[in-house]
């Protein structure tokens, strides 16, 4: 692999969604990038398609959703319409994933172990139980887990949220994949657990190199934690570019929005900004930009579909009307 | 993504209409419903449509007995069905036992229904140690299998219509009673019987005018299975011989008859009326199954 | 865990005496036994002598309370008809009747649960729909009938099946058995495929409906998302997931198996527990079918109670709750 050949590139990705009363386009048009070690945050509301986008990216969307057109190309090779096989043996080997809700990602009547072993035994079968046993281990032991001998041996319901989700993020690890696929996985967990694990995972990322997405709803985990962003917009991704750039200076009124909707100290006192009206169903978007019907700076021009730009090297953008300066509208 | 996005925008529709259009949305079920209506109509008009009539002795022919089907007899007519050993024709034998098993099943279903539904809301309107003695009740006999039950009471009341009757209640009214007790126990913490008990409203007004309207729709998917049961059961009951009396012969009962015939290939006295219970069970079920889809919240979109 | 063991048995003490109570009266109400048992021409003091020998004569309380003392000794009265102790005859009949329904549960688990699964993984299929479609059918049929039309094809039409009785037994530590000679293969195929039609139904539906449900559970895609082989995600994450309702279901159903058994015991001769309370019934033999309903009480009681037992093994979330209840 070439160095600086990314990880992952994902190119005009789509996912429908056959429904009975249409196509839904959940994921529609999608493009990005991540680099070995590079985080990339996928920043959207929930119903904007990044956790699809996730599943799609896998071949893991389950009926009546498939994979409408696109490349996912993971070092290189194209995962769309690679065989069940394929992606079997690339899903939780190179591409491990970490999901939402750490009560119900663990299957509750099989031991921790079990769970374990069978990840390394699926793609190793040569490795033998004991041997499995101590890379478990080792794994727990890695993210944070106090006595895993012993937590090996036990149930998921006795352990707590937070040490679930750990559980979860141990078994992604097992295998050392080459990009991890995170969905919101601090999003059940309390405040304090989730910076643990935040940390946690930035740590074990460093070391071992993997690329990583962290999909989220939340911007300030994506300002500590990623290299660069997307957001996403009903199923498109409306602005990207690095963390810095796009946090600082965003330039889609959407992102604008939501950075000003998040609440902060240095501007305690002002009136919160909050971005007016509600998602739009996605059987149901508005023609061209689907933000316009929420957008202060819409004009009539909007209602045809703005195409992909690059107003700056490094950034994308979807917008007629670009927020011109930082801060102007937080 | 959430299912929130895959939601369609609801359309306003009346209840009622909502239910109709869900129902009538599967091909089975319409199936189902037009058999059983013509059940019912044939169990109705049996002595109006039936070629003869099974239970006057002057109209058998004793000549005439276990004649296959297509047969025809001395005075002329074609018996469709065949005879059995006393020469009776199958087909009127059939629509005569439909007779008797659909008013029995759905008789004995009906009066299971009214009594488990009393002792059910009792139950869950007031709570406390009536609760406890009626669900108590409930419990013991729900964990004993319903043949069973019957089979003692039979076994302790002798044959008779009456008698059977008050077996398949006996061993119905629990179901009822547990399902409405459910529903009325989700309802009654609900705030609209708070409100009808802040405005002083009579015990017996809240429990009938405003509790009971909200549990019909499990109630209506529960008797349907039961009543299949119930005629499934009294069949069973009849083939052993602790059923109905010879003199009302229901489908049951003619099966059994066909029984002693059976190893000598005289299958169909056995057979047709077996297809015609199961012609009915299977209607009334397809019926149920469909009414438990469109009647239950939890699979409503 | 122990009070609650302890809650549960006295429980069924007390269901159980209630039952007795209640089978007692009902069974006291059948008929005058005499009346078969005495020659038609004896003379008065004949009957007089023949009802002190039985304790008919005896108030009801008292006959009632003998009963109870003597039950809890083993004794439940001596067979009128058979004149040999009421619980040895049961005993007798017992392994054939527990014979028949332990394989009719087999082959309505080991037939259903595929079955269900499949029609749980692939609900808009073909096969998905016939194997529901099936099952409808299965519950609506009733069970003699299809008895009736299992001996009419596969012994009378194709001759291929005897129709009656267990056919040659091996004794294995003294309890005959059927299902262990090709003779008693034969004999027991259609009876426990007859008892077993309504279970396999019963399993299909369960196991659909707990599939269609596991799948969509996080943690089964999240055992996709490792890499698992579908085998495994199916085998070993659906399936103990969906076996937790089974066994319970199947568990409490081993009882009305047994009930139901007498049905399918009638239909094809089966020497079992359920053609002797048929044919007891019928011959007013009161011990008989008192002894036979204590039995099936206890045995209902006994069922129910090793169904929460093997239920908290299956679960690890149920330990824990009985823990701290």
Request: include cysteine.
């Amino acid at each position: 692999m070439r160095p600086n050949q990314p990880v992952l590139a994902v190119e005009s990705l789509r996912t429908h969604f056959d429904t009975r009363a249409g196509v839904l386009k959940a994921v529609d048009d999608v493009s990005f990038q991540v680099a070995p070690g590079q985080v990339l945050g996928l920043v959207g509301e929930s119903g904007s398609g990044k956790t699809v986008t996730g599943f799609s990216i896998i071949g893991l969307v389950d009926p009546p959703g498939r994979v409408a057109g696109g490349k996912v190309l993971f070092k290189g090779e194209d995962l769309v319409g690679a065989s069940e096989e394929r992606l079997r043996g690339l899903r939780g080997d190179r591409v491990a994933m970490i999901f939402q809700d750490p009560m119900m990602t663990l299957n509750p009547v099989l031991r921790v172990d079990t769970q374990m072993i069978e990840a390394i035994q699926a793609h190793d079968p040569k490795v033998d139980r004991k041997a499995a046993l101590i890379r478990a281990r080792d794994a727990l032991g890695r993210v944070g887990i106090p006595s895993p001998d012993e937590r090996l041996k036990a149930y998921p319901h006795q352990f707590s949220g937070g040490m679930r989700q750990r559980v979860a993020i141990a078994i992604a690890l097992l295998n050392k994949p080459d990009l991890i696929i995170a969905d919101e996985p601090t999003t059940a967990l309390d405040v304090t657990i989730q910076g643990q694990i935040l940390y946690e995972v930035q740590k074990l990322c460093r070391e071992t190199g993997a690329a990583l997405i962290w999909i989220t709803h939340d911007l300030s985990v994506v300002a500590g934690l990623a290299d660069a962003v997307c957001v996403m917009y009903a199923g498109r991704i409306v602005e990207s570019g690095s963390v810095d750039d796009v946090l600082d200076r965003p330039m889609h009124p959407y992102t604008a929005g939501l950075i000003g909707s998040v609440p902060s100290r240095n501007r305690r006192g002002s009136k919160l900004a909050q971005i007016p009206g509600m998602t739009p169903s996605l059987l149901n978007l508005p023609q061209g930009c689907a933000f316009r019907t929420r957008c202060s700076h819409a004009q009539p021009g909007c209602a045809v579909e703005p195409p992909i730009t690059q107003p700056v090297p490094g950034r994308t953008l979807r917008c007629f009307h670009p927020v011109g300066l930082a801060h102007a509208h937080a | 993504m959430t299912t929130d996005a895959l939601r369609a925008t609801p359309k306003v529709e009346t209840p009622l209409r909502r239910f109709l259009t869900d129902f009538f949305a599967s091909k089975l079920a319409i199936a189902g419903l037009v058999g059983l209506t013509l059940v019912v109509l044939i169990a109705i008009f049996a002595p109006w449509i039936a070629p003869q009539n099974p239970y006057d002795l002057r109209q058998l022919d004793i000549m005439d007995g276990r004649l296959p089907p297509g047969s025809k007899s001395f005075s002329g007519m074609t018996y469709w069905l065949g005879t059995d050993d006393q020469g009776r024709d199958m087909l009127s034998g059939i629509m005569y036992g439909l007779r008797t098993s659909l008013a029995v099943g759905f008789g004995a279903s009906l009066l299971a229904l009214m009594i488990g539904m009393s002792a059910g809301l009792i139950a869950a309107y007031f709570g406390g140690w009536v609760e406890s003695l009626i669900m108590r009740i409930v419990d013991i006999q729900l964990s004993f299998p319903a043949i069973l039950v019957a089979l003692i009471l039979l076994a302790v009341l002798g044959q008779g219509v009456d008698k059977i009757v008050i077996a398949l209640v006996a061993v119905q009214w629990a179901y009822y009673a547990r399902t409405v007790r459910g529903t009325a126990l989700v309802e009654r913490r609900k705030e609209y019987i708070e409100a009808a008990r802040c405005l002083a409203l009579g015990d017996r007004r809240i429990v009938f005018k405003h509790l009971l309207p909200n549990c019909l729709p499990p109630l209506i998917v529960v008797n349907t299975v039961l009543v299949a049961s119930a005629i499934a059961l009294e069949a069973t009951l009849s083939f052993l011989g602790l059923g109905l009396p010879v003199t009302k012969p229901s489908l049951g009962l003619l099966i059994a008859n066909g029984f002693a015939y059976l190893l000598s290939g005289k299958y169909w006295i056995s057979f047709f009326p077996g297809v015609a219970l199961l012609f009915t069970i299977v209607c009334i079920n397809l019926v149920g199954d469909q009414l438990r889809d469109v009647l239950n919240p939890r699979l409503q979109k | 865990m122990l009070v609650y063991l302890i809650r549960r048995l006295l429980q069924s003490a007390v269901v159980l005496l209630v039952m007795s109570m209640l089978v007692f009266l009902g069974v006291f109400a059948i008929g005058d036994p005499i009346e078969i048992l005495i020659n038609p021409q004896a003379d008065q003091a004949e009957i007089a002598r023949a009802r002190n020998a039985l304790g008919l004569d005896l108030p009801l309380w008292e006959q009632y309370a003998r009963f109870l003392v003597n039950a809890a000794t083993g004794d439940l009265g001596r067979s009128f008809v058979h004149n040999i102790p009421a619980i040895d005859l049961i005993f007798q009949r017992m392994p054939a009747t527990l014979e028949l329904a332990i394989t009719a549960t087999l082959m309505g688990v080991v037939l259903g649960v595929p079955l269900g699964m499949w029609a749980g993984l692939k609900p808009n299929s073909m096969v998905g729909k016939s194997i529901m479609a099936g099952s409808i059918l299965g519950f609506s049929l009733p069970t003699f009938w299809v008895g009736l039309m299992l001996i009419m094809i596969f012994a009378v039409q194709l001759g291929w099946l005897p129709s009656t009785g267990r056919g040659e037994t091996r004794s294995v530590l003294g309890i005959q058995l059927s299902i262990l000679t090709l003779d008693g293969l034969s004999h027991i195929a259609l009876p426990a495929l007859n008892l077993a039609l309504f279970k396999l139904s019963l399993v299909i539906r369960l196991a659909r409906a707990g599939t269609r449900e596991a799948v969509l559970q996080d943690y089964v895609k999240f055992a996709r998302a490792k890499g698992l082989a579908q085998k495994r995600v199916v085998w070993v994450h659906v399936f103990k997931n969906i076996l937790i309702p089974i066994v319970t279901v199947l568990g409490l159903e081993l009882g009305t198996t047994i009930a139901f058994a007498v049905v399918t015991e009638t239909i094809f001769a089966w020497p079992g527990m359920g053609k002797l309370i048929i044919d007891s019934i019928n011959l007013l033999d009161r011990p008989v079918v008192v002894a036979y309903l204590m039995i099936i009480v206890f045995m209902f009681i006994f069922i129910n109670f090793a169904v929460d037992l093997v239920y908290s093994v299956l679960d690890p979330r149920v330990r824990l709750s009985d823990a701290k209840a």
